[in-house]
T-cell receptor, first 114, second 110 residues
Framework: EAQVTQNPRYLITVTGKKLTVTCSQN?????MSWYRQDPGLGLRQIYY???????DKGDVPEGYKVSRKEKRNFPLILESPSPNQTSLYFC?????????????FGEGSRLTVL | RKEVEQDPGPFNVPEGATVAFNCTYS??????FFWYRQDCRKEPKLLMS???SGNEDGRFTAQLNRASQYISLLIRDSKLSDSATYLC???????????FGSGTRLSIRP
């Protein structure tokens, strides 16, 4: 089954404790991206990757890191989480040539930073 | 000003009604346009692409007006299951940017 898998789905952590949210896709997509969704602000892009070893900042990259060592995986790293990073996070993937339009999303990871 | 703007709603309409949403975009270099549907606390899913000639999929019709820089979504004979948030999505290949609107909440009442 074609899917994007995120883990963990839910996490409560404390300020400053490093965490990683994993994202894996099995569709051989070149393009992968991370978004955060907050009430009233919609989906905002954190980082994206056009292919292995190619990553770029989105609109809200501060406080986050990513890596793309393999095509299927695109982990999101919060080196020192802060309460303003409490949010719902989505990973998505697509074929390059995004005019085809369809982004496939993971089920989301709800993160709370105390 | 946001690059993609939508009326947040909520739109509360009776079952069977016709409802329409608009979405405006500010960057004329935008190339591709889409409507996504998002159910509460779930991931967004593609509803339909939007073409200049307009396109229809069952009860759903999408239109693009490049001159006025807006896209629209029309839902006819609305069903309870249409209750969701509808996200307008704009793509600019020159910047490899996919921009989401904040979404319009639709609630269909029996």
């Amino acid at each position: 089954e074609a899917q994007v898998t995120q883990n963990p789905r839910y996490l409560i952590t404390v300020t400053g404790k490093k965490l990683t949210v994993t994202c894996s896709q099995n569709m051989n997509h070149e393009y992968m991206s991370w978004y955060r969704q907050d009430p009233g602000l919609g989906l905002r892009q954190i980082y994206y990757s056009m292919n292995v070893e190619v990553t770029d900042k989105g609109d809200v990259p501060e406080g986050y890191k990513v890596s793309r060592k393999e095509k299927r995986n695109f982990p999101l790293i919060l080196e020192s989480p802060s309460p303003n990073q409490t949010s719902l996070y989505f990973c998505a993937s697509s074929f390059v040539g995004q005019g085809s339009g369809e982004l496939f999303f993971g089920e989301g990871s709800r993160l709370t930073v105390l | 000003r946001k690059e993609v703007e939508q009326d947040p709603g909520p739109f509360n309409v009776p079952e069977g009604a016709t409802v329409a949403f608009n979405c405006t975009y500010s960057n004329s270099a935008s190339q591709s346009f889409f409507w996504y549907r998002q159910d509460c606390r779930k991931e967004p899913k593609l509803l339909m692409s939007v073409y200049s000639s307009g396109n229809e999929d069952g009860r759903f019709t999408a239109q693009l007006n490049r001159a006025s820089q807006y896209i629209s979504l029309l839902i006819r004979d609305s069903k309870l299951s249409d209750s969701a948030t509808y996200l307008c999505v704009v793509f600019r290949s020159s910047a490899s940017k996919i921009i989401f609107g904040s979404g319009t909440r639709l609630s269909i009442r029996p």
